[in-house]
Each structure stands twice: as structure tokens, then as C-alpha cells.
């Protein structure tokens, strides 16, 4: 009894210990929050990005220095915040949405959850680029590519189409972050030129011969290690390789596929205002920062994006084969649609 | 109000009145049941969410090829890690208590300690050495590493207090050392070696960062995956749901175990200390093998972490530009996060808690078991449970800090209840019943008798919770508000795009107060931080 009597002392050091937990807690609480308490007064865009992060800082940073409006940035995987808007519906927080590629903005828009965007800002883009119904506009854009190592296959090699990788011979030689949303749309693009049927023999192939990467970085840094001789992915994270071993130490080349092969197909990074912003009006403004000369010269003068800038006469940072020398498979963002073939595939090849 | 403090038989026996409730103080009782409710919600949220389709959709969405693929990596991952796991945490620690080997104190606060280095880290440490400790023998590599304490703390305790008679009296007939520990001293820690190996399984089914970085493809992994794919709801909760059947299973498995230590000594007086085998001349591969457990273990993720201190990474690479407000920023939301959660989770836990210790009523009973459930339930299924829960019937917390705050009290209320349990068992009922005979409340009983002599017990919780918190990656990821980070999440953002350089100053700082934490703990209230596991 005596012991646990003592315990009620008013010395005890444990009463010490609650205090300093007291005043620490309530120092930090006022130090976190109140900073975010002062930033809820400023009119506060909230934007949804599936694109890399240091893309996003550079041109939020940007906006934020010439509008005055502050950004905070919620990021994640395109399709994944589509299905997250899908969810939240009228009740949304975010007011622009920025992806990687446009089958998430298709998806949306086939939901009617995307307003539409000022034809100012949709003029500054050709057409092709930007959704047919005017309710997302593209940003930038990426190519598919192949990487490989020098050292284990020669150019000479390579197939002339992303279909030949299916065929025994690449068995253990390629490699593939196949479940990626910069990967669906060339799925996709599969099924449409070769049917539903085809397209799945071709993913079980790819499946069989693959060495499966969960990032296109991972898989990049895989093919200039010589850990496996073939990458397809973007040439983005190609570059971007480059670009941090420096030219001389890089080992892996990148090869374009011709002929308007499904390999070589085109991502469009879109952004579009949501139906129920809570910031309409800023939002648009955003959108249009995007595909403003400003914007579209510091990503194509940038060290940290190797995608080409879609605004009119933009030229692409010189790094990027241009543009209009590539032979991208012949498919709209409206025939390619949304991500729904692709998963399907994916799910019947059992990768997911 | 007054059958409140009638404590008469301090433990009452169940079922004796007419209604379920009877003699059981109503508001307590209400409050228990609503924190009840609260941790039963996102289980409730996962089976409909999983099930809310035809029987043959859910059949045929359960019934695909990656389902048995997932079953067998993680079978197969589970089994390889708690054998090794077994095998290593007995053997460090059989050294460290039954030999005479040298430094044993040392070795004695090192073995325990990679426990204060979260999974996540040590990955991103062994991942930006080179690519190749990514798949299946990168994340046996790194989780056992990360996991052997939890069978280390539990055998070496059992070890310390074996009884040495059973041993002495073994050798003396004729045992050699090997049969003598086969025979007599197995026998007598399996229990402890059993107990921890279940630990180490329910880790790794619930792990989803060290698996995610290391690109190896388990049910956490999985389910995050259909999540980031953009499928609906139902396609991850029926994997979540096979994954929640497992980790229920370890949970059973735990709670039988619990109930079957029965290896006390019948003599009386006090048992001396074991005695210790000499390691004679095999002393120097023994201490060669310890260093390399700790080089693995230690050794390679604070020494990553201090290399890549000293480098930048290219523009290109980083996530962020390395800047003391950001450090400052994610720190204190790390800290601000644990605080305002180990008061929550404290605070939630005590009704279920005081009502276990007070009454064995089959409610009570019940409500105790509901308050350990969560330690089968992985952070990733939690965070889409709250998610769906918020957006359909809690709109307001969407997205905020204080769903996040909610989703660290369910995961971590286990920690909390198991510490207050302890010191509340401690406090006599009389002291109670005097205070509410001399006239005081029984708010003012709670206030000057309980949490006085309970505070060991709820420092002990609180420190716990904050230290699991501030360590925790998978529910922050997915709950946290718009725009902030925690040390956690930055670490996670810049090393899945292989900026290590940028993740390095979070790492830091992270594992700095991961280790203060356990110390605080280990030193002031005498716990281990296995407990926070």
C-alpha cells in the first residue's frame, strides 16, 4: 500500500514528465498548425497530380510567384486520384487534376465530373493533343521507347515492333513495369490495331519474358547496370538517367520504334478543372499557366523534365528527338479512351 | 450512477442479472462500446466492400491467378523470415544469456535495437547500395534483419530466468551441452520462441513498405496496387479480406499460446542465476558471426544513412530541394502527429481497459478481445476502410488530420490497453471504494485515485503509441491532409524515385527519434520496444 501511496507525490518525476510533454506538445501543435491555419485564409488551390514531383514544384512555384494564389498539391498515381475523385463526386476538394496520360481525363470525362476549359487556354495546343470535347487540355508529352544495354544486345538486334517481344527468343531479356499507368495506354493500344484476343497472347508473352520492375526508374537504372538487356518504358526516365550520370557514364541507348509501331505511341499529359472546384475561377487561371509560354519554356529549358512541351511552336528541350520526326502509332485520345481494356487485360494475363 | 463504485467482489461474476449490462457502470460501458464499434467499423467496411456483388462476381474475382501467386509469396516470404528469424534471435540470444561471451552487455543493446529502425528504412538503406537486394532475396534479407529482435527479447527473457536445476541435474546424468538444450532447455523457452516467430509472421503479412520498395509483390503490396491502378473498391478488399483471414489466424494462434506457459518452478526460495557455458575456443567465430549480425543489421542502415548525408542528388532526381524548413516541417509534423495520437489512443483506451481490470463480464470480456483485432489489421486495408468510411458517412474529417489521428488510435490501441491494463491491475479496488465512501464524484475518483496510480502505465502507453506512430508509413501515406508530409512520407516520396540523397536528412532525423523513443522507454518505464510492435 505504502508504495503505491508514494506514487501520488507531488515531486514525482513523472508529473515532471507529463508538464514537459504538455509544453512540447502545445509549442509544435501551434508551430504545425498555425501555419496551415494562416494558409487557409489565402484563397488555396488544390490540385491532384499524377505527374513527378519536381515537375509539379517547378511549375507550381512558378504560378504561385506570378497569381499570388497558393497551390497545395495532393500527389499519387493518375488513376488512382481518378478513382478518388469518382469517389469524393460533388463533395471533391481538388480543383485541377493533372495526369501523366489521358485515359484517367477520359475516364472522367465520360463521367461528367470535368468542366470545360477556357477556348483561350485550348487554343494554345494543337488540337490532337487537348480532349475532343474540350474538357482537358495537354501539357506535355512522352514517347515510348526502348532502352537497352549496348553490352548484352546489339542495335542491329532490336525488333522491328513492340509485338516481337512477345516471341520465345526475348525469353529473360527484356524488362517491364508492366502494371504502370504509363504503361496501359500502349496496352491499349495493342488491343485496337491487333483485337482483345491478340493483345492478351501478347501481354502473356511479355509476362513470360519479362523481368516484372515496379518503377520505370528501377527499370532504367536495371538496364544500364546490365542487369537485363531491354527496357520498355518512357524515354522520360531515360533522360532523366542521363541527365544524373552524366553522358559519359551512361551505358544504355535509347531506340524509337518506326513505322507508326504501337511501341512508339505517344502519352499526353492532360489537366482539367473539375465540375465541382471549389475555385473555379482560379482554376482555370492554373490551366492556362500550364500552356503559357512561360510555363511550357521553363519545362523545355528545364534539367528536370524530358517531356515535350504541346504548346504551338514550343521546341522540345534538345536532349528529346524532335517531336515531329517520330512515328507514333495512328490512334486519337478518344479512340484510346480510358483504362478499363487495359486492366481487363492485365487481370486475364494475371498480373492483377 | 451509484452500482458504479459497489465493488464489493472487486471481479463479478458474468451474466447475473437480466439484461446483458447488468451491474456494469453504464457510461464507462457506453464509451467502451463506441470505441468498440470504432475498431470494428473498417472490418465491417473491407467484408462489404469485398462481398457487396453477386456470389459468382466475387467469386471469380477471388478465384484469379494472382491470388495464389500472392498466397504463395507470402507463404513462402513468412515461412523462410520465421525461420531464420527463430533461428538467429535464439541463437544471439542464447549467446548473450547462457555463455561467457565477451561484451555481453554490449551485445545485450544492440541486439534488440534494429527494432528502432523502421522496415522502410532499412530497404531504402540495402535498395541504394544497388538494385540487386531488390525481390524476393533483397526482402527475405531486409525483413529478417529487421524482425529477429521480436524472437531475441522474448528467448533471451525466458532464458534469464530459466531455472538452472533442470539443466544441472540433466548434465549430471550424462546429457551432452547439445541434447541438455534439445531436451531440457528448448522445452522450456518454446513458448517465448513461438510466440516471437508468430510476431515475426504477423509482420510480415502486415508490412507493405519494406515489400513495396523492394518491388516484392505480397497482399499489401497487391491491394495497394489495384488501389493505384484505378479499380474499383471491391477487387483490393477481397484480396484484403484473404489477407485479414491470415493475420486473424496469427492472432488465435498467439492468444493459445498465451494460455500454455506452464514451465514455473515447484521449489521454494529464490532460483540462481543459470549458469553460463564457457565458449571456449570457438569464442572468436562466435563473435565474428555476432559482428556481421550487427553489421547487417545496423551496421548498413545507419551507414547509408550517414553516406548519403554527404551527397546531392541531380535536379533531376530529387523530389524536393533539400531545405532546413522542409526537414523542420515533416519532423514536426511527425512529432505533432505521435503526440496528439498517443494522447487519443490513450484516452480511448482507458474505458476498455478499467472495465477488463474491474469486471469479468462476458461484454467486457468481449470488448477486451475487440480492442487486440487491430493488430491483425494492415495499415493499407485500415486506410481505404477510413477512406470509404469518411466519404460516405463522415464527410467533414475527409482528408483531414483528424481522420488520420482516428486511423492511429485503431491501429495502435492494443499498445495503449495492454500498458494501462498492467498498472490498473496494480491499484487496489479499496482505495476506489474509501474515495467514493468519503464522499468524492466518481469523475473526481478517476481524476485523484486512478490516473494518479495508473500514470506509469499511461506514460508507458503514450510513449508506445508516439513511437509507433512516428515510425508508421502505410496509413500516413494514404490518409494524410493535402500538402503536409511527415518525416515518413518524405522519405517514402524520394526513395521510390532512387533520390536517396534527399531521403537521407527524414531518414535521419526519423530513426534519431525512433531510437530516443525506445530509450525513453526501455529506461523510464522499463519497456521494451517490442511491445510497440
Redesign the interface.
Known sequence: ?YS?LT??HPH?P??L??KL?AA??CG??F???S??AMAANKPTL?LYSGQ???TI?LLVDAFEKASGVSV?????????L???II??NK?T?ADVFITENSP?LQ?LQERHLLASIDSSTLAQVPAQYSSGKGRWVGVVARENVLTYNPNMVAKSALPASVLDLAAPQWKGKIGIHL?S?DI?PLIRTVALKEGHDKALAWLKGIKRNAKL???S??LV??VN?G?VAIGISNSYYYY?LR??LGNNKIVSRVYHFANHDPGGLINISGAAVLKYAPHPKAAQQFVAFLVSHKAQQLLAAS??D?EYPLRHGMPANPQLKPLATLSPPKVTVTQLGD?SEA?QL??EA??? | MSSHYNLAPARRRAGGGFTLWAGLPKPVLLLAALVSLLILAPFIITLTDAFHGSLAHTMTLLW???TA?LLLNTICLGAATTLICGLVGTAAAWLVERTDLPGRRLWAILAPLPLAIPAFIASYAWLSI???F?GATGALLVVSASYYPLVYLPVAAALRNLDPSLEESARTMGATPWQCFYRVTLPQIRPALLGGMLLVVLHVLTEFGAF?ML?FRTFT??IY????????AD?GALLACVLLVLCLLCLVGESLLRGHHSYARVGQGAARAPLRYPLGRSRLPVLAGLVLLCIVTLGVPLGLIGFWLTRH????????AMSLSLLW?AT??S??YG??AA?ATTLIALPIAWLSVRYRHTLVVLMERISYLPRGMPGIVLALAL??LS?TIA?PI??SAALLIIAYAIIFIPLAVVSLHASLL???PR?EQSARALGLTPIKVMQRIVL??A??GI?AA?ALVFLSVTTELTTTLLLIP???QTLATQVW?SS???AFATAAPYAAVLVGISMLASWVLAN?FGRSPIDAQ
Do not use: W
Open positions: 500500500m503505491t506514487r501520488l514525482h513523472g508529473r514528465a507529463l510533454v512540447l506538445l509544435l501543435l508551430c504545425v498548425f501555419s496551415e488544390t513527378h514531383q519536381q514544384r497545395k498539391v495532393r500527389h499519387g498515381d493518375g488513376p488512382e481518378a478513382n478518388t469517389r469524393e463533395a476538394p484517367e475516364h502494371t499507368p496501359m520492375y515496379q518503377h526508374s528501377g537504372a536495371a547496370n542487369d532523366r541527365e544524373q534539367r528536370i524530358f483504362d486492366l492485365l487481370q494475371g498480373l492483377l | 484469379r491467378p494472382i501467386k544497388n538494385n540487386v531488390e513495396a518491388r503490396t497487391a496496387a489495384e488501389y493505384t491502378a484505378g479499380f474499383a477487387q542528388d541531380a535536379a533531376a532526381i530529387a523530389t524536393s516541417t514536426a509534423h512529432l505533432g503526440l496528439i494522447i477512406v470509404t466519404l464527410r475527409y482528408q496494480q491499484i487496489q482505495l494518479p496510480l500514470a506509469p506514460g503514450m493535402t500538402g503536409a516520396a521510390s524515385t532512387f523510464r
